[in-house]
């Protein structure tokens, strides 16, 4: 951490905690592809900093904290808390709560099942969010739309198919092949209300903490389909039973929910041909001409 970017961090947790802040040590913790990420050992307590690029993912942190807040808004899923986002005009950065990674536990799991369902069940008028955001490194467009398959192919199926097609990494086959799919949307999926989603519940986004909880990090939130989640917390292996067990004790999914993971999980595959290439092309392909 350069001592622009040091110095602009202060300043946040200056502002937001209304005293006097030194960063006494600074530790990297793993960041991902995106992001770089620091324990920040300070005057007045632990803290967690992930920076990248401002002018490369503009408005990133800004979504991010705003999604965190309206998840932690809902009082059901924990989440860490928001201290405060800015940049330096060359770096943007996102200051967290610290969070002690711990041990999962079937109890935890089940617990973090059942809070999702409750999240589920906050509910908007349309599909959608009144701002876009990120999904990983790619824009999220949250347009809203009154009907789940208006906004499903509107603003998350066409946008990435767009953005394959530019970078020449679908067959016009396929892009045939989705046509008839969405065409086909209403039949496929049974009709829910709008569900406050975390929109990225990969199995790297849910962390098992020393205080008991299990918190939900990165989110793409926005009013979806809440079978969004279910499926995409699948997509690389799936959560511990017990997870799916306290989610359907609160608010019980619709029959053969297990049958619709893979349209569901046509637009995470869709971003990482986007972000990847290579086989995802062929997952997304098999996906398609199986419900065409």
């Given at each position: 951490?350069?001592?622009?970017?040091?110095?602009?961090?202060?300043?946040?947790?200056?502002?937001?905690?209304?005293?006097?802040?030194?960063?006494?040590?600074?530790?990297?913790?793993?960041?991902?592809?995106?992001?770089?990420?620091?324990?920040?050992?300070?005057?007045?307590?632990?803290?967690?900093?992930?920076?990248?690029?401002?002018?490369?993912?503009?408005?990133?942190?800004?979504?991010?904290?705003?999604?965190?807040?309206?998840?932690?808004?809902?009082?059901?899923?924990?989440?860490?808390?928001?201290?405060?986002?800015?940049?330096?005009?060359?770096?943007?950065?996102?200051?967290?709560?610290?969070?002690?990674?711990?041990?999962?536990?079937?109890?935890?799991?089940?617990?973090?099942?059942?809070?999702?369902?409750?999240?589920?069940?906050?509910?908007?008028?349309?599909?959608?969010?009144?701002?876009?955001?990120?999904?990983?490194?790619?824009?999220?467009?949250?347009?809203?739309?009154?009907?789940?398959?208006?906004?499903?192919?509107?603003?998350?199926?066409?946008?990435?198919?767009?953005?394959?097609?530019?970078?020449?990494?679908?067959?016009?086959?396929?892009?045939?092949?989705?046509?008839?799919?969405?065409?086909?949307?209403?039949?496929?999926?049974?009709?829910?209300?709008?569900?406050?989603?975390?929109?990225?519940?990969?199995?790297?986004?849910?962390?098992?903490?020393?205080?008991?909880?299990?918190?939900?990090?990165?989110?793409?939130?926005?009013?979806?389909?809440?079978?969004?989640?279910?499926?995409?917390?699948?997509?690389?292996?799936?959560?511990?039973?017990?997870?799916?067990?306290?989610?359907?004790?609160?608010?019980?999914?619709?029959?053969?929910?297990?049958?619709?993971?893979?349209?569901?999980?046509?637009?995470?595959?869709?971003?990482?041909?986007n972000l990847f290439g290579g086989g995802y092309v062929s997952s997304v392909a098999s996906i398609v001409n199986k419900f065409i």
């Amino acid at each position: 951490m350069n001592e622009s970017l040091r110095q602009a961090v202060m300043a946040v947790l200056e502002k937001k905690l209304n005293n006097p802040t030194d960063i006494k040590v600074t530790r990297p913790l793993g960041g991902g592809d995106i992001n770089y990420a620091l324990m920040l050992e300070t005057s007045t307590g632990k803290y967690f900093l992930k920076y990248n690029s401002a002018s490369r993912y503009p408005g990133m942190f800004k979504a991010e904290a705003e999604g965190l807040k309206l998840m932690q808004s809902t009082n059901t899923v924990a989440v860490p808390d928001v201290v405060g986002f800015g940049d330096d005009g060359q770096e943007a950065f996102l200051i967290l709560q610290y969070l002690e990674k711990g041990y999962r536990s079937e109890k935890m799991m089940e617990q973090a099942g059942r809070q999702l369902a409750f999240m589920h069940k906050t509910t908007a008028p349309v599909f959608g969010l009144e701002c876009d955001n990120y999904i990983g490194s790619l824009p999220q467009k949250n347009t809203r739309y009154a009907k789940w398959s208006d906004f499903f192919a509107a603003s998350r199926i066409e946008p990435m198919l767009r953005m394959a097609r530019e970078k020449g990494l679908l067959d016009p086959k396929i892009l045939r092949a989705f046509s008839n799919l969405l065409a086909r949307l209403d039949e496929l999926v049974p009709a829910e209300p709008p569900a406050l989603v975390h929109g990225d519940l990969w199995g790297g986004n849910y962390l098992p903490c020393t205080d008991g909880k299990v918190y939900l990090i990165d989110p793409a939130v926005y009013f979806g389909h809440r079978e969004m989640d279910l499926a995409m917390t699948m997509l690389f292996g799936g959560f511990p039973e017990a997870f799916y067990e306290g989610y359907e004790a609160v608010f019980p999914l619709q029959k053969g929910w297990k049958k619709r993971i893979d349209i569901h999980n046509l637009y995470p595959l869709l971003v990482h041909v986007n972000l990847f290439g290579g086989g995802y092309v062929s997952s997304v392909a098999s996906i398609v001409n199986k419900f065409i």
